[in-house]
């Protein structure tokens, strides 16, 4: 039985190469096991999902299988589409009802 406890993979800073797609792999482990899970990623991190090796990101974004919040990020910033920015409730909820993954 999965725990309903939900999830929280953060993203505090951009992972090199080979971490990249570890990530990426834990979060599809993590959806293909119905594991209620949501990736916060920090304003440092957001080239993630800019980079052209992105593509695995993008479709899990487009297709709602897993929802990303992006946090701190500076105005002017763009966030690119299917990625939500976080407000400092949003924040605090998050982190005060889920089990935090930091990578």
Not at 70 to 97: C, F, M, N, Q
């Amino acid at each position: 039985m999965v725990s309903e406890r939900e999830f929280v993979i953060r993203i505090g800073s951009l992972p090199g190469p080979s971490d990249q797609r570890d990530l990426l792999e834990f979060v599809l482990a993590a959806v293909s096991l119905d594991v209620r899970a949501k990736v916060l990623v920090f304003a440092e991190a957001l080239d993630l999902f800019a980079m052209p090796s992105s593509k695995g990101w993008r479709q899990l974004i487009e297709q709602d299988l897993v929802e990303v919040l992006a946090v701190d990020v500076p105005d002017g910033l763009v966030v690119r589409d299917g990625i939500r920015s976080a407000s400092s409730a949003d924040l605090a909820k998050l982190l005060e009802d889920s089990t935090i993954i930091e990578v």
